[in-house]
């Protein structure tokens, strides 16, 4: 029961926040072009992803928790368990990424990723739902019920394609408006724009296999248990 209440509290609150996002908050672009993206340019930020993301996760949680199985090791896993343990392997280090860059970043320079100007526009409860949040929720995912992670080789893949397909979104809006989306790599030559997303898909590579460690630490007896009953 406490674990279904917590999923329909995380997917409401994100449900909310992204309405409230497009309902209330107007944040101005450095280019008009911007205006042309769905949901209010939001889609070209990896935080929005992030909480999509996230969204999305949580109410295929919901969705499991009545209508599929959070038995351990089910003897026949429904498709929204299987859909839901592989959204949590790429919903784990997406919100590592975003809140410890975010956050680090903040602590550094506020006014590299949040300035005044933007904090009197958005409200601090969507800042910490967006940046703070999707971290906590997604760790405590991560204590209460089990999953079993893939094999090292399909997480990278899944990890890496994520990361090939935010990153070609970005450079596609940079072209199409002649305006980072990060103004950082307005300042870099393109060698030092592959070695950042180098290290940016380093990093998040690491924040997986984290959460792979995590997850085995956390549900290692679960494991043993089922295969001294086989």
């Known amino acids: ?18 309405w409230y996002d497009q309902s209330f908050i107007n ?11 769905a949901l209010k340019g939001r889609v070209t930020f990896l935080t929005f992803w992030c909480l999509i993301l996230q969204t999305l996760y949580f109410t295929v949680s919901v ?16 498709i929204l368990r299987f859909i839901k343990d592989k959204l949590f392997i790429l919903a784990f280090p997406v919100a ?7 956050w680090g970043i903040y602590a550094i320079d506020r006014e590299l990723i949040f300035p005044d100007w933007i904090a009197n526009i958005i409200p601090s409860w969507v800042n910490h739902t967006m940046h703070s949040l999707v971290l906590l929720f997604i760790v405590l995912e991560l204590v209460i019920t089990y999953r079993r992670y893939p094999s090292r080789s399909v997480g ?22 002649g305006v980072w989306v990060y103004p950082i790599y ?13 290290v940016s ?28 009953s086989k």
């Open 96 to 102: 590592l990424y975003v809140t410890s860059f975010f």
């Open 27 to 37: 944040v101005p672009f450095p280019n008009e072009k911007y205006a042309q993206y």
């Open 156 to 177: 990278y893949s899944i990890v890496v394609c994520f990361n090939f397909m935010y990153t070609f979104w970005f450079h596609c809006v940079y072209y199409q408006t």
């Open 63 to 78: 969705l499991n928790d009545y209508i599929g199985t959070n038995v351990d090791h089910p003897k026949r896993s429904s």
């Open 186 to 198: 307005g300042v870099l030559n393109w060698p030092a724009r592959v070695g950042l997303q180098l």
């Open 1 to 18: 029961m406490l674990v279904r209440l917590f999923h329909v509290s995380a997917a409401s609150l994100f449900w909310y926040t992204a």
């Open 201 to 228: 898909t380093t990093l998040a590579l690491g924040f997986y296999v984290l959460g792979e460690k995590l997850n085995e630490f956390m549900w290692t007896k679960v494991d043993k248990q089922k295969v001294k």
